[in-house]
């Protein structure tokens, strides 16, 4: 099969196309490089031992997305391109709501022209805003107590997909919740490569540990939980991808029984931060300095996934210990610098 990946070079999409080669999929990368290099298509090509076709566009570009369709035999896409920085987004909603709306509607047009109809769309489990039950499940409200523009286009696109799929009974969504993804390729050839100085935990982390920043700051250890400081579900990067594989082969093997299904993608099990950062230490035996200080605006206390539907519909169940994707993480800190 041919997968087209919008987004391809990025964090997610990298480790997604190492693991449909490795299945013997074809591959073809769509990225304007926003916020990624082509060095990583290098990479991918020399973990795989593979040539990829990359073409460097926007996917809001019409002429060059037909290009791809009308020239490329593709089976099936999985949209990863976007902008996800949380913070970013509220100082610039209308560039969010620009790039991750428009291009997936671009997307969705040139699909239907081509007779293409199948998608895998990366979306987040930011729809779920603050969870009133845990754990999560794909019936879980969503769209309620969302606190960002990027977590709005998430939630836009999903309704997008959702009206599409009615108008055009061809139409075959599967909408993958990713919970928190972390860690890096155990190569350490491929990671996450934060846009400077890191919003997210586990970059932050190991730019302290290895000395680029003074401490972490640990957002709050007054919450309702065991040790007070809050509770996120850590997926690890390359089970996640793993479950892309899974998720377009239901849909090239036509087994999805719904015209769109959704997929929480985490491990079922919530970490306090605090517990990461001491199994960090563990894991590595380098220590993380750290101040507790005040909770972030907008930070949720806890949430982790239900992930059976994806354990019993996929076959697909997150296996990397927490210890090991945090190795893969210092790892790949390590080799950056
Ligand atoms: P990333 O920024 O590393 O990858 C996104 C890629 O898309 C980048 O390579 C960027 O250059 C490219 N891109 C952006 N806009 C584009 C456009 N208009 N045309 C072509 N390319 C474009 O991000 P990621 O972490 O790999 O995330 C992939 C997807 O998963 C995103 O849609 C993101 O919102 C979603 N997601 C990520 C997380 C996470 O924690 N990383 C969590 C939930 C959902
Ligand atoms: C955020 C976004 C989510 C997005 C994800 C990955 C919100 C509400 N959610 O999730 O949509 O998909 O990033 O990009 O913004 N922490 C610290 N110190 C730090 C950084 C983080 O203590 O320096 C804590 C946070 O309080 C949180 C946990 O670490 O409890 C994880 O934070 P982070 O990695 O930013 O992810 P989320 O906030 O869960």
Do not use: C
Request: proline share 5%; charged share 20%.
């Amino acid at each position: 099969m041919k997968i087209l990946l919008t987004g391809g070079a990025g964090y997610i999409g990298s480790h997604t196309a190492i693991e449909l080669i490795q299945s013997g999929h074809n591959v073809v990368i769509m990225d304007d490089l926003s916020n990624s290099s082509a060095e990583v298509i290098r990479r991918i090509e020399d973990i795989t031992k593979t040539t990829i076709p990359f073409v460097k566009a926007d996917v809001r570009d019409k002429a060059a997305l037909e290009e791809v369709f009308a020239n490329q035999q593709i089976d099936a896409v999985i949209h990863f391109a976007g902008f996800k920085a949380v913070g970013e987004s509220v100082a610039k909603p209308l560039e969010y709501y620009d790039n991750n709306l428009v291009s997936s509607l671009v997307l969705l047009e040139t699909m239907q022209k081509h007779h293409v109809n199948k998608i895998v769309f990366s979306s987040s489990a930011t729809v779920y805003g603050n969870p009133e039950s845990l754990p999560l499940t794909e019936e879980s409200p969503t769209g309620q107590g969302i606190t960002n523009p990027y977590g709005q286009t998430k939630f836009m696109i999903e309704q997008i997909l959702q009206d599409a799929a009615v108008a055009n009974p061809e139409l075959e969504v599967s909408i993958l919740r990713y919970f928190n993804p972390i860690g890096a390729h155990p190569t350490a050839l491929i990671g996450e490569v934060p846009n400077g100085a890191p919003a997210n935990l586990i970059p932050y982390l190991t730019q302290t540990a290895i000395g680029i920043r003074e401490q972490l700051a640990v957002f709050g250890d007054d919450y309702n939980t065991p040790d007070g400081s809050p509770i996120r579900d850590y997926i690890d990067i390359v089970d996640l991808a793993r479950a892309h594989v899974e998720a377009v082969r239901r849909l090239v093997e036509r087994q999805a029984t719904e015209p769109l299904e959704v997929f929480n993608l985490g491990t079922g099990r919530g970490v306090s931060v605090l517990e990461l950062i001491r199994t960090f230490e563990e894991a590595t035996g380098v220590r993380v300095p750290y101040q507790i200080v005040g909770r972030r605006e907008g930070d949720i206390e806890q949430v982790w996934a239900d992930p059976a539907r994806a354990n019993r519909v996929l076959g697909w169940t997150a296996r990397t210990p927490l210890s090991e994707t945090l190795r893969n993480a210092w790892k790949w800190q390590q080799r950056q610098g």
